[in-house]
Nanobody, 117 residues
């Protein structure tokens, strides 16, 4: 059974930083892409970043490029999203999935990120 558990969200002031973690079980993460998506109230889920299982560089949404960094530790079967210079527009529930596609069958419960002063 595939399970993903996101953690690390919280309330942060504009300009602050957070690191999200995604612990994966039930599959070997090294064989899969890993994507981070987010969904704000009243909006559709959007892809924030994705990195494949090979050597291709990760991709980022324009709105987060230069501020967010995706990474993975295959030995720990865990993925990360380092978020710097956070803005109120980054407020959303963040999800990880072993895919770069929003049609993935596997999602965690999400972790809430709120950026507010």
């Amino acid at each position: 059974q595939v399970q993903l558990v996101e953690s690390g969200g919280g309330l942060v002031q504009p300009g602050g930083s957070l690191t999200l973690s995604c612990a994966v079980s039930g599959l070997r993460l090294e064989s899969y892409a890993i994507g981070w998506f987010r969904q704000a109230p009243g909006k559709e889920r959007e892809r924030v970043s994705c990195v494949g299982s090979g050597d291709k560089p990760p991709s980022y949404a324009k709105s987060v490029k230069g501020r967010f960094t995706i990474s993975r530790d295959n030995a720990k079967n865990t993925a990360y999203l380092q978020m710097n210079s956070l803005e109120p527009g980054d407020t959303a529930v963040y999800y990880c999935t072993p895919s770069c596609l929003p049609t993935s069958n596997y999602w965690g419960q999400g972790t809430q990120v709120t950026v507010s002063s």
